[in-house]
Structures are given as C-alpha cells and as structure tokens.
C-alpha cells in the first residue's frame, strides 16, 4: 500500500512539474518578431521608476494590452534605453504564446545605436549555455522588437532592436519542482554541490566576476546577481545578470577594482572552495556539452561574421584552458574563496 502511494504521488508530482514547464514562449528557440507600441519619451523621463505606461504588444498575430515600466539598477544609470518590466493581464494571454505570463524581465539594448545590440545578444547567449549546462537555470526568448513612441519625441520614433525576456522566479521554480528561497544567507552546505560547481565554472567560463553568494550592498537579501530556489531540503544558486562578464564585454563593463584585473575580458576564479569531485563532474559536463555551448554562439542572429568570430574565441579560449584538466582544477582551488 505504502508503494502504490508512492508511486500515485510521483504521478501527481510529475504531471504537475510538466504542465508548469509547458508555457509555450520558452518552449521555443525560434527569434519571436514582436511590436511594443507605446509612449516611450513619457516612460523614459518618469523619475519613479514604479510607474507603469500602457503599451500595445503585437506577437505571433495577436496584439495584448499590457503595462510597461522601467526596472533595474546599475543599468539605468548607463543606458540611454533601460530594461523594461512587461506587466500582462493574465486573463487575457490564454490561447496565445504568453500564455501563463505575469510580469516578465525584457533585457533591451542599452544604447541607442544598432551595434549596441550586440551586447544584447551575446548576454542572451549566457543564459542559453547555462541552459545547456542546468536545468535549474532561467530561460530566455530572444525578440526582434519594433519599438513605436506614440509620444513621438525620441530621435527614432519606430526602430527595431533585438532583446529577450527571461523567465520567472516562480515559473522557474514552480518547472523544477521547488519554491523560491528568500533569504538573508546561503552556507555552503545547505548548496546542491553540483549546481554549485556547475556555477562556479560557468561563471569562470564567461568571465564573470560580478555575482556573489552573498547580499548585495543594496538588498537586504542573498545573493547577488542570483536567485535561491528550494527544490526538497537542497537549496540551489541560479545565476543571471550577465552584462559585465568577459564573454559580453559591454562599453560601461569595468571589473570590480579589487579584483586585482584591469579588464573584464580577464578570466577569475570566484567560487568558494567545495569538493575537488564536484568540481571535476560539473567541468566533464561542460566539456561534454562543448559542441552545443559553441553551437549557441554560431547560431546567433545579429551579428557580423566578425563579431561572432569573436565571440566564439573568448568561448574556445575556456575550453582551450580547461582541456587540461588537471591544471585548471588546481587552478581552481588555488584559487577558491
């Protein structure tokens, strides 16, 4: 009896876990050629950045009516276009490719010229070779948006850029099975030691230094650049914000001066000191995913021959280094915090 309650409670738990991962915009790779019409002038010059502004969302032949503000930090203060929060009517996505969508994070390019996109793209490239690397990890759509200011007062009142929206917290959690964990503090013990490792290294990967396992300056919760999720008793670290690692190389991108690096693009290991075994299973995995990591970039739309030349370099350089693999795991913990 105690087995056949265990297995109904599999059941139960599996169908749950699949319908939550069935929302059909990230089910797809494919670029989603959308519309934002609003009035982006007003939007731009609000000073409370709480304040939402109706814009028109046209996408894969249905148009929406949302709610639209600026969000972010950091970026703000650099970025002539800042990131965006899209705020949808639940009641009003059903039978359309945001369906079950709430609020969604829409990373946008940060200056206003065409080439600034590139950042853009090469960030959403992050996320996709996290994918490939943890299922516990945010998914992101890539958009072709044309932007309309119905206040007419920008330099370009229609342009078209690339961005991408990333997935929920709760969406997340909820496809994996677990909850969000809002805290003030995360120990190394109570960490999943392969989603641990797996970060550290994909961190090392893009050249990312700017995260921590510990609050930012300016929350009053863990972790920085990183999301909690509880999935069981075991609490995993999701990485995101990606635009001041090496592999993006943004123009604002200035590595964090204690660091002891002169530029982003330099590579620094910045995990904490875990299980060389870990260590050595999450970087088999990334080897073992090599050809598709590399695949992510060749497959980017957007970019120059040059640029993803580029950009699959910085990318190779990694796998270079890490074909020796007793080396850079000693280099690691050497290394470790």
């Known amino acids: 009896m105690f087995s ?24 797809d790779t494919a670029v989603l050629e959308v519309k934002l019409t609003g009035p982006l002038s007003s939007m731009f010059e609000e000073e409370d950045d709480r304040t939402e502004f109706p814009f ?20 703000r203060r650099v970025c002539s276009f800042p990131p965006l929060r899209l705020n949808f009517s639940a009641d009003a996505t059903a039978q359309s490719i945001f369906a079950d969508q709430d609020k969604l994070k ?18 959403y490239a992050a996320y996709r070779i996290f994918n490939l690397i943890s299922d516990v990890s945010y998914r ?19 342009f078209d850029r690339y961005g991408f929206v990333i997935e929920s917290a709760s969406a997340l959690a909820e496809r994996v099975g677990g909850q969000p964990a809002h805290v003030e503090g995360v120990t190394l013990s109570s960490l999943n030691s392969d989603q641990t490792a797996s970060v550290f290294i994909f961190q090392y990967l893009i ?22 999720v509880d999935i069981g008793s075991v609490r995993h670290y999701v990485p995101y914000d990606f635009d001041l690692s090496g592999l993006v190389n943004a123009g604002y991108a200035r590595p964090d001066s204690s660091l002891g690096i002169s530029k982003v693009t330099q590579r620094q290991y910045r ?22 990591i590399m695949s992510v970039i060749d497959d980017l739309p957007g970019l120059s021959p040059k640029e993803t030349k580029t950009t699959a370099k910085y990318i190779d350089q990694f796998f270079v280094r890490a074909s020796k693999t007793g080396k850079i795991l000693k280099q690691f913990e050497r290394k470790c915090l």
């Open 4 to 27: 056949l309650t265990k297995k109904l409670l599999a059941m139960v738990l599996l169908v749950h876990v699949s319908h939550a991962s069935a929302s059909p915009l990230f089910e």
């Open 56 to 75: 028109m969302l046209s996408a894969d032949g249905t148009e929406h009516s949302i709610e639209v503000r600026l969000r972010g930090k950091s970026r």
């Open 106 to 123: 829409l990373v946008t390019h940060c200056r206003g010229r065409q080439s600034a996109q590139v950042d853009t793209l090469q960030e």
């Open 140 to 158: 992101v759509r890539l958009l072709h948006i044309t932007y309309t200011d119905t206040d007419g007062r920008l330099k370009e009142n229609e």
């Open 207 to 228: 050249g990312n230094t700017d995260w921590s396992l510990v609050t930012a300056d300016e929350d009053d919760r863990c972790c920085h650049n990183g999301d909690l």
């Open 271 to 292: 995990g904490f000191c875990i299980s060389t075994e870990a260590l050595k299973d999450a970087l088999s995995n990334i080897m073992a995913r090599r050809s598709d």
